[in-house]
């Protein structure tokens, strides 16, 4: 039987915790990591009735988008909704897991699946991160470089864009001279100083994978001391940010657009900015609330920004260079469940992993 911790690490290794944003809660909130999962029940927000849910269906974890918990608690009665999950949650034994903005970010998360839904091709992340990526550099006779490389790769490191297991090589000359102390791979202790042939080995490391990309150099290096160097980077990481854009295949008409995306993204109602009687091809998206992008979906010369919780005077900065299509907060990331239920029913396929059948939408619409 799988672990929370088993479980939950299948999430993490595609959207790790530390592309969280700074204000955010990811990760388990209530439980115990190494308690057996009996089943998972998935949601986007963690209720009493989620709860009551996850109880007669005979889930002991439940993982939502949205967290539970975004500050710490200064106590638990149970005079609140959230104190009280907390309280049955512990006393059921169920364990409360959350993956928010860190799915957000990913490249193949919350927006991937919106663009999905919208027929979206030729999609990239509309606000890509800055100083995520790092250049690792070490030294090595080429004897090691295959090894080295291998375990630098499976660590984590040498991925660009859609390219896996890439590295850069310099052959060149390294000389060093060691103490009676020293246990040399080349020559000998107290020795003369020796020149060898050696590899400068070059690979891309995200920030998250960087401890780990360091333990498996040392690991798979056969030199007593290992010459190193890391070098941080301002290159925008193309894989990690907020929003994403793309294009559909033909253009269409504004309202043949709002049609479908009423449609396709089930919603009440689109609350949206003057209709400026252009076509519609090039979209911009970003699950949950987005109007911190509108000035990224301008410039990449969006016709369309599709988000949600947009303010009364957000709408007039549009100032007529798109259309802003403000769909709702719960509508815009209702198919979030259905990434992790495709990153869990891979890894675990004959495990109990069970679609909430609750809808937790706290807005509802007189129409």
């Known amino acids: 039987m799988y672990t929370v911790k088993t479980i939950t690490q299948a999430l993490e290794q595609k959207a ?24 998972v029940l998935l949601c986007l927000d963690i209720t009493e ?65 919106i663009a999905e ?33 291998q375990a630098l ?12 297991n890439c590295s850069f090589q310099v052959e060149g000359l390294g000389a060093f001279q060691g103490n009676e ?18 590899t400068k080995i070059e690979v891309l490391v995200p920030n998250h994978a960087l401890s780990q990309v360091l333990v498996a150099l040392r690991a798979a290096h056969e030199y007593e001391e290992i010459a190193y160097g890391i070098t941080p980077l301002k290159n925008k990481n193309q894989d990690l940010g907020a929003g994403m854009i793309g294009s559909l295949e033909q253009p269409v008409s504004e309202s043949d657009f709002l049609n479908n995306l009423k449609q396709s993204l089930p919603t009440a109602c689109i609350k949206h900015t003057e209709l400026l ?9 970003c699950g949950g609330s987005g109007s911190f992008l509108l000035k990224d979906a301008i410039q990449a010369k969006a016709d369309v920004f599709i988000t949600s919780d947009f303010k009364y005077h957000q709408f007039f900065d549009a100032d007529k260079q798109l259309v802003i299509a403000d769909i709702g907060h719960y509508e815009s990331e209702q198919f ?16 109990a992993i069970l679609y909430s059948e609750r809808n937790t939408n706290p807005v509802n619409y007189f129409i």
């Not at 530390?18 to 909130?29: I, K, T, V």
Request: hydrophobic residues 40%; contains cysteine; proline residues 6%.
């Open 117 to 149: 839904k919208l027929h979206l091709t030729n999609t990239r992340i509309l606000a890509p991160v800055s100083n995520d990526l790092n250049l690792l550099y070490c030294y090595a006779p080429a004897s090691l470089v295959p090894q080295i490389e």
């Open 49 to 113: 009735a989620i709860l009551e849910e996850a109880i007669a269906k005979n889930c002991n974890l439940i993982i939502a988008h949205h967290p539970l918990l975004f500050s710490g608690l200064k106590k638990i009665t149970g005079a609140t909704y959230v104190e009280r999950i907390v309280m049955k949650a512990m006393q059921h034994q169920i364990a409360l897991y959350a993956a928010h903005t860190n799915m957000d970010n990913w490249k193949d998360g919350v927006n991937a699946k």
């Open 277 to 285: 009687g252009r076509p519609i091809q090039r979209v911009a998206v």
């Open 181 to 198: 102390h020293s246990s040399p791979l080349i020559g000998a202790a107290g020795g003369p100083r020796e020149q060898v042939a050696e």
């Open 336 to 351: 979030t469940v259905e990434i992790f239920y495709s990153i869990l029913n891979e890894k675990f396929p004959n495990f």
């Open 16 to 39: 790790p915790l530390a592309w969280q944003e700074s204000y955010d809660n990811c990760g388990l909130q209530v439980g115990d990591p190494n308690m057996k999962v009996k089943g």
């Open 153 to 164: 790769f499976e660590a984590g490191a040498g991925q660009v864009g859609n390219y896996f």
